[in-house]
């Protein structure tokens, strides 16, 4: 079914913020609901399922005692990019939490997103990541079992993706002291 806001003629009609205009609006939107800005327009944040929040404290969980100096770890914390302002599950980025006091980091080193029930709606972000100069961005399919590993970003897209499963190890390109096992990652799940 074609959504409304495929239609050109609903399109062109929809009327986009800036990232400063954004940061004017309340953290949450008239309806109670937190919303982040995806290329000038104002979503609201889909609710998170136990797995997905389940999944992501465990990222965390697994990644943290592997940042090494220099890098920090953000969890649901915005990036701002050129006309976005996603709230990746866990980006890393380099530097100390205290240098983002005024403003937030504009790229990553590592973006990682869970995909429970919008997988193909996070493979979408893969653009606005790779444009913003993301070194890496990983999407995590907990249902499948896998991660989808996206490097090399040139202009808008990344030159290579790759998906890990069983007892592949992921190894950072970007960030070489983050490795990752799947099957460590999935481990709660069998």
């Known amino acids: 079914m074609l959504s409304v806001l495929d239609e050109p003629a609903f399109r062109q009609r929809v ?10 609006l309340g953290e949450y939107n008239e309806n109670g609901k937190r919303t982040e800005l995806i290329r000038g327009i104002v979503i609201e944040k889909m609710s ?11 990222l ?6 592997r940042i090494p100096m220099g890098f920090c770890i ?17 980006a890393v980025v380099a530097g100390q939490r205290r240098d983002f006091l005024a403003a937030h980091p504009t790229t990553a080193a590592l973006v990682i997103e869970v995909a ?4 193909d709606a996070d493979r979408a ?33 990344y030159r290579e993706m790759r998906t890990y499963s069983g007892n592949e190890v992921v190894t950072s390109e970007t960030v070489a002291e983050v490795r990752l096992a799947v099957s460590e990652l999935y481990a709660p799940l069998n």
Request: no cysteine; proline share 10%.
């Open 15 to 24: 009327s986009r913020l800036s990232i400063k205009e954004y940061h004017q």
């Open 60 to 65: 965390q969980d697994l990644l943290t005692p």
């Open 116 to 119: 429970v029930s919008s997988p």
């Open 74 to 90: 953000r969890r649901e914390e915005p990036l701002t990019l050129r006309d976005s302002e996603p709230e990746p599950d866990l």
């Open 125 to 157: 972000l893969a653009e606005i990541y790779a444009e913003a100069g993301v070194g890496e961005y990983w999407v995590v399919l907990p249902q499948e079992r896998l991660i989808e590993v996206y490097r090399h970003p040139e202009g808008s897209r």
């Open 48 to 58: 998170k399922s136990p797995l997905h929040g389940t999944i992501a404290s465990l």
